[in-house]
């Protein structure tokens, strides 16, 4: 088939490779503009982009896909059998949709209809989901509202981070696009069940405040979901403190005023409104990330001392 690709981080350079090494001709790969990031503020592309001049690919970044020319190339010129879109993170406005003869197929890493939007990985984690997946679909112009063509799941480990599932994840999406793209003859599109669903917007720096009044488990949770960004926070000697990931050692019972260090040893315990957890890295202001007996050796911390909710403003 003739593919246009449109997906720009990281997780959408697994789907590319595998679509390449399916046969299929890629027409052009379609990202986000470069952007500025790291402490230089440099340009830089993003990985499909990189990803797709390694490749020889034809590349487009457009800064407009409502309008212009990239939106009458692909309506007019581009002449491709589907668009497989996989966190591009545009919308698409439907004269797009309705271009390629099979229309667009996105790569969606969630169970539809739970999770719609553009996080669904890491709401996932935060509500302690087992299970989550990946779900093919033919696009229209909602939010992920389209019919589901293939749908592949997998359980979730419940200590599982955020970076490690969206590597598992990525890999499964790629898997499933082929095997979508090789029964696209045959497949019955199923509808969702709208009124099930659920959604997944963008974190903010809010999302990683951590609140120590509630379980021990749903604090854990959050500290999977948000890792690596915006990573657990909370306030410690009138600092902020990062906390990146934790072990939950008791699910239940009252250890201790919430945010409360109740062992700081070997290990570095912390209650919370019911249980408690251990903090197995964590980063204090201005020092490099270390295990939690380092960072208890390292800063003198001792029971008795207190983690308390940072107040973070939405961005």
Same mark, same amino acid.
């Given at each position: 088939?003739?593919?246009?690709?449109?997906?720009?981080?990281?997780?959408?350079?697994?789907?590319?490779?595998?679509?390449?090494?399916?046969?299929?001709?890629?027409?052009?790969?379609?990202?986000?503009?470069?952007?500025?990031?790291?402490?230089?503020?440099?340009?830089? *592309?993003?990985?499909?982009?990189?990803?797709? #001049?390694?490749?020889?690919?034809?590349?487009?970044?457009?800064?407009?896909?409502?309008?212009?020319?990239?939106?009458?190339?692909?309506?007019?010129?581009?002449?491709?059998?589907?668009?497989?879109?996989?966190?591009? =993170?545009?919308?698409?406005?439907?004269?797009? @949709?309705?271009?390629?003869?099979?229309?667009?197929?996105?790569?969606?890493? *969630?169970?539809?209809?739970?999770? #719609?939007?553009?996080?669904?990985?890491?709401?996932? @984690?935060?509500?302690?989901?087992?299970?989550?997946?990946?779900?093919?679909?033919?696009?229209?112009? =909602?939010?992920?509202?389209?019919?589901? @063509?293939?749908?592949? *799941?997998?359980?979730?480990?419940?200590?599982?981070?955020?970076?490690?599932?969206?590597?598992?994840?990525?890999?499964?999406?790629?898997?499933?696009?082929?095997?979508?793209?090789?029964?696209?003859?045959?497949?019955?599109?199923?509808?969702?069940?709208?009124?099930?669903?659920?959604?997944?917007?963008?974190?903010?720096?809010?999302?990683?405040?951590?609140?120590?009044? #509630?379980?021990?488990?749903?604090?854990?949770?959050?500290?999977?979901?948000?890792?690596?960004?915006?990573?657990?926070?909370?306030?410690?000697?009138?600092?902020?403190?990062?906390?990146?990931?934790? #072990?939950?050692?008791?699910?239940?019972?009252?250890?201790?005023?919430?945010?409360?260090?109740?062992?700081?040893?070997?290990?570095?315990?912390?209650?919370?409104?019911?249980? *408690?957890?251990?903090?197995?890295?964590?980063?204090?202001? =201005?020092?490099?990330?270390?295990?939690?007996?380092?960072?208890?050796?390292?800063?003198?911390?001792?029971?008795?001392?207190?983690?308390?909710?940072?107040?973070?403003?939405?961005?």
């Amino acid at each position: 088939m003739r593919v246009v690709f449109m997906g720009t981080p990281d997780f959408a350079v697994a789907t590319l490779d595998a679509v390449v090494s399916a046969g299929h001709e890629v027409v052009c790969v379609v990202a986000q503009p470069d952007r500025k990031k790291g402490r230089g503020k440099k340009l830089q *592309s993003p990985p499909t982009i990189v990803r797709a #001049r390694e490749l020889g690919l034809r590349t487009w970044q457009p800064k407009a896909v409502r309008s212009g020319p990239f939106v009458e190339w692909f309506t007019t010129e581009m002449d491709a059998d589907v668009a497989v879109v996989v966190a591009y =993170g545009r919308i698409l406005i439907d004269r797009l @949709l309705q271009a390629p003869k099979r229309g667009c197929i996105n790569v969606h890493a *969630s169970l539809l209809p739970k999770y #719609r939007g553009a996080a669904p990985i890491q709401w996932a @984690l935060i509500e302690g989901e087992a299970e989550t997946g990946i779900c093919t679909m033919q696009m229209d112009v =909602g939010l992920d509202t389209g019919d589901v @063509l293939l749908r592949r *799941s997998t359980p979730i480990d419940p200590d599982e981070t955020g970076p490690e599932l969206w590597s598992r994840l990525a890999a499964l999406g790629a898997e499933t696009l082929v095997h979508t793209l090789a029964q696209l003859d045959t497949l019955q599109a199923r509808e969702q069940d709208h009124e099930r669903h659920t959604l997944a917007p963008l974190l903010t720096k809010a999302d990683g405040a951590l609140d120590f009044s #509630r379980p021990a488990r749903e604090v854990h949770n959050r500290v999977r979901g948000v890792n690596p960004w915006p990573c657990g926070q909370a306030r410690f000697r009138g600092q902020t403190v990062r906390i990146h990931r934790t #072990r939950v050692v008791h699910d239940d019972g009252t250890h201790g005023e919430p945010g409360t260090i109740i062992e700081a040893g070997k290990r570095l315990v912390v209650a919370c409104g019911r249980g *408690s957890l251990e903090v197995l890295t964590g980063q204090l202001a =201005g020092k490099p990330r270390r295990a939690g007996r380092e960072l208890v050796n390292g800063a003198r911390i001792v029971p008795g001392e207190v983690f308390s909710q940072l107040a973070v403003e939405a961005s």
